[in-house]
């Protein structure tokens, strides 16, 4: 069983950083692709980062590319993304996501667990 848990999230001005992590209380995530989502009020949730098993491959988002970085520790179980140069239009509920096999995916649908969001607030 997989038992993602988001934190770090908060409200920060433009310009600032925030370092998002998701713990996995339950079966290891180094078995695993692990991605970040977010979704903001009215949205549709979309896709912002994702790291393929054994921290190969990474992708992101145009919107995010440059400014956020995915990483895994997979000794503890934990999934991050440091977000540098917040904008308000990043604003929104962040969800962190894992899928069974090596590859990551864009697509929110082929995840086969969620975290419960943690909110990031970026105030202009």
């Known amino acids: 069983q997989v038992q993602l848990v988001e934190s770090g999230g908060g409200l920060v001005q433009a310009g600032g950083s925030l370092r998002l992590s998701c713990a996995n209380s339950g079966r290891t995530v180094s078995s695993y692709a692990l991605g970040w989502f977010r979704q903001a009020p009215g949205k549709e949730r979309e896709f912002v980062a994702a790291i393929a098993r054994s921290a190969g491959s990474t992708a992101y988002a145009d919107s995010v590319k440059d400014r956020f970085t995915i990483s895994r520790d997979d000794a503890k179980n934990a999934v991050f993304l440091q977000m540098n140069n917040l904008k308000p239009e990043d604003t929104a509920v962040y969800y962190c996501?894992?899928?069974?096999?090596?590859?990551?995916?864009?697509?929110?649908?082929?995840?086969?667990?969620w975290g419960q969001g943690t909110q990031v607030t970026v105030s202009s």
């Open positions: 996501a894992a899928r069974f096999g090596s590859n990551y995916s864009r697509i929110s649908g082929l995840y086969n667990y």
